[in-house]
């Protein structure tokens, strides 16, 4: 499952849409091996196509480099389907080169509704996951619930110092 806040997925909607009507591209940074996506990192489509996506070799190797520097690595690697849906195409499957990774993809051949789903591709394999958004503004540690009216079973008022 991709746990992945709210925000992050607004920013990668609002990348696909200004993208359009070529596909956009980008990456969910997250600290080594805590599955979390938490910096988005949006890039541009070197092809700058309508059917097709693919990282700017030199902005990639900044990316990467930086990710390093940061013990991050990519949480999210996302890209936009401009006329199809959002699953991914044979060469999105054969380019799938981070097994770790969550494969986001955005539809935007609709232009009211997104079509947002994920995958992990591994050996060509691709197995389809749920998505949870989460709102990073909620503590989910947090009390949710109270109860009034209730006292503890003893009570202890050593303010005395005695």
Do not use: K
Not at 15 to 39: I, K, L, Q, S, W
Not at 118 to 141: C, H, K, L, Q
Not at 144 to 156: C, L, N
């Amino acid at each position: 499952m991709l746990s992945i806040d709210r925000s992050i997925v607004e920013a990668i909607v609002a990348h696909a849409r200004r993208d359009h009507p070529d596909e956009a591209c980008g990456v969910v940074a997250g600290p080594v091996g805590a599955d979390t996506p938490t910096r988005h990192i949006p890039m541009v489509n070197a092809a700058r196509s309508m059917t097709f996506y693919e990282f700017d070799s030199m902005e990639q190797l900044r990316v990467w480099r930086e990710m390093d520097d940061r013990d991050e690595e990519p949480a999210v690697i996302y890209h936009s389907h401009t006329a199809t849906e959002a699953y991914p195409s044979r060469t999105d499957i054969s380019f799938a080169g981070e097994p770790g990774a969550h494969y986001l993809l955005v539809s935007t051949r609709d232009p009211d509704t997104e079509e947002i789903r994920s995958f992990r591709i591994v050996d060509g394999v691709v197995t389809e996951e749920p998505i949870r958004v989460v709102d990073a503004t909620v503590d989910p540690n947090a009390v949710q619930s109270y109860m009034f009216g209730q006292s503890p079973a003893t009570v202890d008022y050593e303010c005395s110092g005695r």
